[in-house]
T-cell receptor, first 119, second 109 residues
Framework: DARVTQTPRHKVTEMGQEVTMRCQPI?????VFWYRQTMMQGLELLAY????????DSGMPKDRFSAEMPDATLATLKIQPSEPRDSAVYFC?????????????????FGPGTRLTVL | KNEVEQSPQNLTAQEGEFITINCSYS?????LHWLQQHPGGGIVSLFMLSSGKKKHGRLIATINIQEKHSSLHITASHPRDSAVYICAGQSNTGNQFYFGTGTSLTVIP
């Protein structure tokens, strides 16, 4: 049963520390998304990759956040330095994007999320 | 004003009732997504649609492009349908999602 996995599931850290969240997309999917969910803002799209290349990261605070896909089986979201306002649940999702198309041909498959608390 | 508005915010129904959740949007979109978030936090993508209607089991999603409106219907509701339902419009360029604030559904046995 293919699914998106995320690690860690929970992370508590102190302000100023570096946080790295990892996501393993479903094998064969060519698009990976990073979302953040807070009570105040709801769901927000931070960034997404297609075929490992960043397609858009305009939703991501550039000064402290970075997202990468070292290979097709791993996506990372890093916060350095972390701040209390970064406390949220971070979801990764994967899906398929057709060549030359911006509309997804399939639904997105969400991981279980990483609940981050920055003290 | 949010680009995507959902109604109602909260909904309580008796098991077996027919449920409708509405989503209106004010921006141009290429597709609209319906997501279900379970009480434990997990998110499931239910539908992606750009026109017409889609059906999956007891769930039906419709979209009216001219009226910029989408609905999610649940027939014969069941307590396990209790969740937050979120609609999200995908921008015409594909690189932005406009999320509604969610509808919290509770189905009582």
């Amino acid at each position: 049963d293919a699914r998106v996995t995320q690690t860690p599931r929970h992370k508590v850290t102190e302000m100023g520390q570096e946080v790295t969240m990892r996501c393993q997309p479903i094998l064969g999917h060519n698009t990976v998304f990073w979302y953040r969910q807070t009570m105040m803002q709801g769901l927000e799209l931070l960034a997404y990759f297609r075929n490992r290349a960043p397609l858009d990261d305009s939703g991501m605070p550039k000064d402290r956040f970075s997202a990468e896909m070292p290979d097709a089986t791993l996506a990372t979201l890093k916060i350095q330095p972390s701040e209390p306002r970064d406390s949220a649940v971070y979801f990764c999702a994967s899906g398929d994007l057709r060549d030359g198309d911006v509309v997804f041909t399939d639904t997105q498959y969400f991981g279980p999320g990483t609940r981050l608390t920055v003290l | 004003k949010n680009e995507v508005e959902q109604s109602p915010q909260n909904l309580t129904a008796q098991e077996g009732e027919f449920i409708t959740i509405n989503c209106s949007y004010s921006v141009g979109i290429s597709a609209l997504h319906w997501l279900q978030q379970h009480p434990g936090g997990g998110i499931v993508s239910l539908f992606m649609l750009s026109s017409g209607k889609k059906k999956h089991g007891r769930l039906i999603a419709t979209i009216n492009i001219q009226e910029k409106h989408s609905s999610l219907h649940i027939t014969a509701s069941h307590p396990r349908d209790s969740a937050v339902y979120i609609c999200a419009g995908q921008s015409n360029t594909g690189n932005q999602f406009y999320f509604g604030t969610g509808t919290s559904l509770t189905v009582i046995p």
